[in-house]
Every structure is written in structure tokens, then in C-alpha cells.
């Protein structure tokens, strides 16, 4: 069973950039695809990015393609997502998870594994 550990989160302003990391851990971290999801306040949980075990194949929601970049290095059984020309609506929680299929798929149901997440503020 794998446990997953968010960090990068912080208080940006508009135009500004972030990276997100995710630790893995307990578990070969290259047997699983990963996604990012983000939840925003008020709002359902909405997929971001996503990964599969190698890295060779990803896919990001409309609202973020072109600004966010998902990558993994599994040497070190992390995750990341790049953030980059962030905008106020990308203000959200910001959570990893990691699922056994490799589907990179965008549905949370698909996922098995979840992170605690980490707080994105895009604010002036």
C-alpha cells in the first residue's frame, strides 16, 4: 500500500508559478499512474493532470493545458505538477493520488490512493 505527501503549496500572486511535489512511499511507486486533482472551496473535487508508470503518456483538464505540466521522476517516487501562469480560479486544494491500472484516467473513482493535499492560494 503506497502513502502519498503533497507539499508546494503556498500563496502566489496572479501570473506567478508553482511547483507541487508528491512523495511516495511504502509501495514501488513506478507500479502506479498518478493524477492531480484539485478542490476549490464550495466546489466538488475536479481532475487536473495525470500520469502513467513511466511517464510516457499524460493528459491535463482544458482549463489548465498549456499552463500546468504533469512529470514524475520514479527514481525518487515523486510526482510533480508545474504550475505556471496561475490564476485566482486555480485557488484549491491540491491533492495526489496514485492508481495500480495505469489508466491515467481522469475519473476519481479510478484512483485507490489519496494524499492529504496542499493549499494553493492565487491572490494579489
Known amino acids: 500500500q503506497v502513502q502519498l505527501a503533497e507539499s508546494g503549496g503556498a500563496l502566489v500572486q496572479p501570473g506567478g508559478s508553482l511547483r507541487l511535489s508528491c512523495v511516495a512511499s511504502g509501495g514501488t511507486f513506478s507500479a502506479y499512474a498518478a493524477g492531480w486533482f484539485r478542490q476549490a472551496p464550495g466546489k466538488e473535487r475536479e481532475f487536473v493532470a495525470a500520469?502513467?508508470?513511466?511517464?510516457?503518456?499524460?493528459q491535463a483538464a482544458d482549463s489548465v493545458k498549456g499552463r500546468f505540466t504533469i512529470s514524475r521522476d520514479n527514481t525518487k517516487n515523486t510526482v510533480y505538477l508545474q504550475m505556471n501562469n496561475l490564476k485566482p480560479e486555480d485557488t484549491a486544494v491540491y491533492y495526489c493520488?496514485?492508481?495500480?491500472?495505469?489508466?491515467?484516467?481522469?475519473?476519481?473513482?479510478?484512483?485507490?490512493?489519496w494524499g492529504q493535499g496542499t493549499r494553493v492560494t492565487v491572490s494579489s
Open positions: 500520469v502513467s508508470r513511466s511517464g510516457g503518456i499524460t
Open positions: 493520488a496514485a492508481e495500480i491500472w495505469d489508466k491515467a484516467a481522469q475519473a476519481m473513482r479510478e484512483y485507490d490512493y
